[in-house]
């Protein structure tokens, strides 16, 4: 199993450009989740997703959209990029709802917005 | 509001035990889980505790006391690779098909010789 993963390792992007971070999983899990990590601060949550064709908002979601056609992905668009999101972004899953605590994360998107 | 407490930087000699506290403030609780990042990684799954109590896994131990608010998790033994940042995650009530969770900000703990 390759678990969870991400795709670009590293982006740079120009204010006002879009882009499409992409993540899957091959582990069947329901539950899927976007964050963002600021330096020295802890995951901020963007969008989960608790089954294909099912999203919604998180902490964090201005800025950003998301879409689940199947189990496996779960892609993060960022549409006009801004410089407040630059961040590393991870994408994570669980098996259930029940098991939210353990969370298999991916192992993230270095974007810089300049 | 939901908000977590952990001390941001810990500095422990290798071989040595070292405890990282955290405390938090969550409304609905259900329990506390831990997180490992090593620098540039990604952040792995150590433990979790949703009952009072001490829970072991080979080295690394976490505590939880709901009346205290507060848990914290041991490492034994450190080793040189346990240089990384651990994070607490408090898990909350269910809103519709979604468990609140909100992460601390991580405490970097360094392992010197």
């Known amino acids: 199993n390759a678990g969870v993963t991400q795709t670009p390792k590293f982006r740079i992007l120009k204010i006002g450009q879009s882009m499409t971070l992409q993540c899957t999983q091959d582990?069947?899990?329901?539950?899927m989740y976007w964050y963002r990590q600021d330096p020295g601060m802890g995951l901020k949550l963007i969008y989960y997703?608790?089954?294909?064709?099912?999203?919604d908002k998180g902490e964090v979601p201005n800025g950003y959209n998301v879409s689940r056609s199947t189990t496996e992905d779960f892609p993060l668009r960022l549409e006009l990029a801004a410089p407040s999101q630059t961040s590393v972004y991870f994408c994570?899953?669980?098996?259930?709802?029940?098991?939210?605590?353990?969370?298999?994360f991916g192992p993230g998107t270095r974007l810089t917005v300049t | 509001g939901q908000s977590l407490e952990q001390p941001s930087e810990v500095t422990a000699v290798e071989g040595a035990i070292v405890q990282i506290n955290c405390t938090y403030q969550?409304?609905?609780?259900?329990?506390l889980s831990w997180y490992q990042q090593h620098d540039g990684g990604a952040p792995t799954f150590l433990s979790y505790?949703?009952?009072?109590g001490l829970e072991e896994t080979g080295r690394f131990s976490s505590f939880l006391s709901r009346s205290d608010s507060y848990g914290y998790l041991l490492l034994q033994e450190l080793q040189m690779k346990d240089s990384a940042s651990y994070f607490c995650?408090?898990?909350?009530?269910?809103?519709?098909?979604?468990?609140?969770?909100?992460f601390g900000i991580g405490t970097k703990l360094q392992v010197i010789p």
């Open positions: 582990m069947n899990h329901n539950y």
């Open positions: 994570a899953s669980t098996e259930s709802r029940g098991s939210s605590y353990e969370q298999y």
């Open positions: 969550t409304s609905g609780f259900y329990g």
């Open positions: 997703s608790v089954g294909a064709g099912i999203t």
């Open positions: 995650a408090a898990f909350g009530p269910y809103s519709g098909g979604y468990q609140k969770v909100t």
């Open positions: 505790n949703a009952l009072d």
